[in-house]
């Protein structure tokens, strides 16, 4: 709240972690999270569907080839001869 000549004025302060401009307004984000959580839930949805099937993930480290066994909000299983792995969502540069 601002008080100017004895008046009282609202006004909505910027909450913390929102972008100020120069200005001092909050800036609007172009609602990344948004796409983020649409791109997410589709990445999801995709998955769940080739459980059982033979994927391929490439991570920073090596490219996993294997059988998808299950898909969790915040990583998949994948069974590679016998051998399972546990792949963040961080961790993966693609999948195919």
């Excluded at 839930?41 to 059982?52: E, V, Y």
């Amino acid at each position: 709240m601002v008080i100017t000549n004895g008046e009282l004025i609202s006004k909505e302060e910027p909450t913390f972690g929102e972008l100020i401009s120069k200005e001092g307004s909050p800036l609007k984000e172009e609602s990344t999270s948004k796409k983020s959580n649409t791109f997410t839930k589709r990445l999801l949805n995709h998955l769940n569907q080739r459980k059982g099937k033979n994927i391929s993930v490439a991570t920073p480290i090596k490219e996993i080839q294997g059988k998808l066994e299950e898909v969790f909000p915040d990583y998949i299983l994948v069974n590679m001869d016998g051998q399972h792995y546990h792949i963040r969502w961080e961790g993966i540069v693609y999948i195919s």
